[in-house]
């Protein structure tokens, strides 16, 4: 069993920037491809960018390229979203995942562990 712990979001201007982190617990965290998701009110779930076990391949949604960066540090059990020129249609709940096999997914129903999710809030 995985457990995932986000930290880091909350309310900053358009244009600004946050950094979420997602603290994993397992000795196995380095094995997992982890990825990043959000959920906007009344909106579904999607992709914002994921990343391999050991950092050497990430992937972004089209909307966050340029703008987000995500990272892995295997030696903390930590993933990270530097997010930066926000806008106010990233404001979202945003959840950290962590997927058992190898290949990087943007389908968040092939994910196996999920955290409680991190409110950012983007002010126009």
């Known amino acids: 069993q995985v457990q995932l712990v986000e930290s880091g979001g909350g309310l900053v201007q358009a244009g600004g920037s946050l950094r979420l982190s997602c603290a994993a617990s397992?000795?196995?965290?380095?094995?997992?491809?982890m990825g990043w998701f959000r959920q906007a009110p009344g909106k579904e779930r999607e992709f914002v960018a994921a990343v391999s076990w050991n950092g050497g391949s990430t992937y972004y949604t089209d909307s966050v390229k340029g703008r987000f960066t995500i990272s892995r540090d295997n030696a903390k059990n930590t993933v990270y979203l530097q997010m930066n020129s926000l806008k106010p249609e990233d404001t979202a709940v945003y959840y950290c995942?962590?997927?058992?096999?190898?290949?990087?997914?943007?389908?968040?129903?092939?994910?196996?562990?999920w955290g409680q999710g991190t409110q950012v809030t983007v002010s126009s």
């Open positions: 397992g000795r196995t965290f380095s094995t997992y491809v």
């Open positions: 995942a962590a997927k058992i096999s190898s290949w990087l997914t943007t389908k968040y129903s092939e994910y196996d562990y």
